[in-house]
């Protein structure tokens, strides 16, 4: 089994910075890509940013395209989410997750709240 374990939220007030982590434990797995989601309160749940594990290659969502930086340090089996000039709207339960064959996201971790105030 794989655990993803997320930290670094908080409550921030708007323009500040936050950096989220999500270390992945377990049995030998593999990594296709891991990516970023989020869930405000009576919201579906949405993409943020995903990164390839072998070529690092990026994808965000629009809506924080410019503010927010995705990143991987193999060694330590960590995806970070850096996250810059926060708004109320970035508040929500962010989640990572792990897509270990490039079939979909088969682990997810339990969520880490941000909540940005104006």
């Known amino acids: 089994q794989v655990q993803l374990v997320e930290s670094g939220g908080g409550l921030v007030q708007a323009g500040d910075s936050l950096r989220l982590s999500c270390t992945a434990s377990g049995r030998t797995f593999s990594r296709n890509k891991m990516g970023w989601f989020r869930q405000a309160p009576g919201k579906e749940r949405e993409f943020v940013a995903r990164?390839?594990?072998?070529?690092?290659?990026?994808t965000y969502a629009d809506s924080v395209k410019g503010r927010f930086t995705i990143s991987r340090d193999n060694a330590k089996n960590t995806v970070y989410l850096q996250m810059n000039s926060l708004k109320p709207e970035d508040t929500a339960v962010y989640h990572c997750?792990?897509?270990?064959?490039?079939?979909?996201?088969?682990?997810w971790g339990q969520g880490t709240q941000v909540t940005v105030s104006s």
């Open positions: 997750a792990l897509d270990p064959t490039g079939a979909g996201y088969d682990y």
């Open positions: 990164i390839r594990w072998s070529t690092g290659s990026t």
